[in-house]
């Protein structure tokens, strides 16, 4: 089964920025959702950002809790799809998952994990204060 893969993940202060990569070798790559997940310590995987793949494009949709901070890009000749980190605080540290779907063709308002079937294996993030 094709997993995606996720690169960009380290350690930064607080205040930086962080551009996450993950390629999608899913056929077609075009017209799917693809999402980015975190998972902080000891706490559930929450959506945070998701794009329609492909020229036609799709959303954004961000989660509330990162809307204005987090901007999420596709490249669509290199099967990319990135998410760029602002203002990075302590409890941006997560690990960070990209994943795509096979399920659903619309999005709500949260980006739900069940909703996406494939996944990367995560790139860890970390911010120091």
């Known amino acids: 089964q094709a997993r995606l893969v996720e690169s960009g993940g380290g350690s930064v202060q607080a205040g930086g920025s962080l551009k996450l990569s993950c390629t999608v070798p899913?056929?077609?790559?075009?017209?799917?959702?693809v999402a980015w997940f975190r998972q902080p310590p000891g706490k559930e995987r929450e959506g945070v950002a998701a794009i329609y793949t492909g020229a036609r494009g799709g959303g954004p949709t961000y989660a509330d809790s990162v809307k204005g901070r987090v901007t999420i890009s596709q490249d669509n000749h290199n099967k990319t799809v990135y998410l760029l980190i602002d203002s990075l605080t302590p409890e941006d540290t997560a690990m960070y998952f990209c994943?795509?779907?096979?399920?659903?063709?619309?999005?709500?308002?949260?980006?739900?994990?069940?909703?996406?079937?494939?996944w990367g294996q995560g790139t860890q993030v970390t911010v120091s204060p």
């Open positions: 994943a795509a779907s096979t399920l659903i063709q619309t999005i709500g308002t949260e980006i739900r994990p069940a909703e996406f079937d494939f």
């Open positions: 899913l056929k077609p790559y075009s017209g799917r959702w």
